[in-house]
């Protein structure tokens, strides 16, 4: 009975260090061209109107600078205009495809297509001192200089 609790347990090591192991590095800058829906205005999406008119659809670049990770814990910066960015923290999910997360104003929901290309959409509601609404998505590459 002793050697099967010592082996059970050996297996269990085993097998939690090595799905520690298998979390990939995903530190870097990812980018890419993003589609929109905005009511209102804020400081990434300036223009006329208020969440009472009609929607505005932009298209934008759009960044999101993994600055670090510790396991499934990752954080950084995001903008779709450098002299705005903005904290974020996100955690990879335990299905290892999928990535979520929130920054000052809204949410992140990422599913990892490969290695270095993430399909990515981020929302935020009128909740803010904006009041605007926004809803984005696109398909953002990592830059082959990895940080």
């Given at each position: ?59 934008i ?22 002299e ?26 990422i ?37």
């Amino acid at each position: 009975m002793r050697v099967t609790v010592v082996t059970a347990v050996a297996l269990l090591t085993t097998a939690l260090t090595a799905a520690a192991q298998t979390t990939p590095d995903f530190k870097g800058r990812w980018s890419g061209q993003w589609k929109t829906v905005v009511f209102g205005q804020n400081q990434h999406h300036p223009g006329p109107g208020s969440p009472a008119d009609t929607p505005r659809i932009r298209e934008i670049p759009f960044t999101l600078e993994i600055e670090g990770q510790d396991g499934r814990l990752l954080w950084g910066k995001s903008w779709s205009n450098a002299e705005r960015k903005e904290p974020f923290a996100a955690m990879i999910g335990p299905d290892g495809k999928t990535i979520i997360g929130s920054d000052t104003d809204g949410s992140l929901l990422i599913t990892i297509i490969g290695p270095d290309q993430l399909d990515a959409c981020y929302t935020h509601s009128g909740l803010g001192p904006s009041q605007s609404i926004v809803a984005s998505c696109g398909m953002l590459q990592r830059s082959t200089g990895r940080t």
